[in-house]
């Protein structure tokens, strides 16, 4: 199966159904983007939640990760402060809206608009393993940052 002509059907729902579903910008696109659903104001060196409008119900054997778009951190001064959202399939009930945590590294504070991009979403694979503890693993390389500058 070819995933970039058959897409899997995502449930959704919005909260506000004024605000547009999430789209892909280009056919080559691996994320969706996710708009904010109220104007908010993040203070200087502050955190928030940003309301990303949708919940959502993961497919079984995936995960949603969430990270925020490449020109976020430029226009907005805004980063994630852990880096990228894991959103869990069990994830999906009525009180589960996708939040985008926000961190503002500038010195004042910053605002994101109804409807502006901010984040976007990526369904990646998953497995679940079962552990088989082992008295040895072999010889390892050297530990952390052992394999240059």
Not at 92 to 110: A, W
Request: proline share 7%.
């Amino acid at each position: 199966m070819d995933v970039s002509t058959q897409p899997l059907t995502i449930n959704i729902k919005r909260i506000d159904s004024e605000l547009p579903l999430p789209t892909y910008a280009t056919v080559g696109s691996v994320g969706f983007d996710l708009l904010c659903r109220v104007d908010t104001e993040v203070a200087p060196r502050g955190l928030a939640l940003l309301p990303s409008n949708l919940i959502v119900e993961t497919p079984p054997g995936y995960m949603l990760l969430l990270t925020m778009r490449s020109s976020t951190a430029r226009r907005k001064g805004l980063l994630m402060p852990n880096g990228v959202g894991v959103i869990d399939q069990d994830y999906c009930g009525d009180g589960d809206e996708l939040m985008v945590s926000v961190y503002n590294f500038r010195d004042e504070p910053v605002t994101v608009l109804r409807g502006e991009r901010v984040a976007q979403g990526i369904f990646l694979p998953i497995g679940r393993f079962e552990w088989n503890e082992v008295e040895h693993v072999g010889k390892g390389r050297g530990g952390f940052g052992s394999t240059g500058d």
